[in-house]
T-cell receptor, first 112, second 116 residues
């Protein structure tokens, strides 16, 4: 059982607010990922990290930013939320000896 | 570049019937392939993976998949569906050897509906 956590699970927020989605894992994995998933659609990679102090943008352009100050923590921030940011955000991590990624439960964000 | 095609956005079966979810991949190198399951309002859970060992892979919850290179397919099967199998299923491909950055490319998903 993978130990990767996301908070909050659900968030409804007004336009223009700053939000941070939290992601933590207790497996000591160096590689972490953020995906965006719209209902009934595939996952799109928006950010990833090789390890501490490493962050890269993914395939899907996103106005969000990420940071990786600690191995276990990979938060995602939106400086000014907009309705177009309404989506589900999934965090994942991977160890060095395997190719599968372990996913958190997701944060469903609604911007009104 | 790698890509995945899942045929059928929805598949409906009766409880006890065979489940077959189709996945075809495109890859310029031998791929690593995965099936994930997603229950409502949850993240993705790994069902099984192919990483160039046995071509018939067994996973959790009675699912299995067979890697067929000649058909570039990795279809997911289960002999007898349970109501609890109703969920969204995603096929994903990754390029081996890319140990620095592994990117999973996902299909669009197949929703499995199980009727009593």
């Amino acid at each position: 059982e993978a130990d990767i956590y996301q908070t909050p699970r659900y968030l409804v927020i007004g336009t223009g607010k700053k939000i941070t989605l939290e992601c933590s894992q207790t497996m000591g994995h160096d590689k972490m990922y953020w995906y965006q998933q719209d209902p009934g659609m595939e996952l799109h990679l928006i950010h990833y990290s090789y390890g501490v102090n490493s962050t890269e943008k993914g395939d899907l352009s996103s106005e969000s930013t990420v940071s990786r100050i600690r191995t276990e923590h990979f938060p995602l921030t939106l400086e000014s939320a907009r309705p177009s940011h309404t989506s589900q955000y999934l965090c994942a991590s991977r160890g060095d000896t395997s190719y599968e990624q372990y996913f958190g439960p997701g944060t469903r964000l609604t911007v009104t | 570049a790698q890509s995945v095609t899942q045929l059928g956005s929805h598949v409906s079966v009766s409880e006890g019937a065979l489940v077959l979810l189709r996945c075809n991949y495109s890859s310029s190198v031998p791929p690593y392939l995965f099936w994930y399951v997603q229950y409502p309002n949850q993240g993705l859970q790994l069902l099984l993976k192919y990483t160039s060992a046995a071509t018939l892979v067994k996973g959790i919850n009675g699912f299995e998949a067979e890697f067929k290179k000649s058909e570039t397919s990795f279809h997911l099967t289960k002999p007898s569906a349970h109501m609890s199998d109703a969920a969204e299923y995603f096929c994903a491909v990754s390029a081996p050897g890319d140990t620095g950055f592994q990117k999973l490319v996902f299909g669009t998903g197949t929703r499995l509906l199980v009727s009593p």
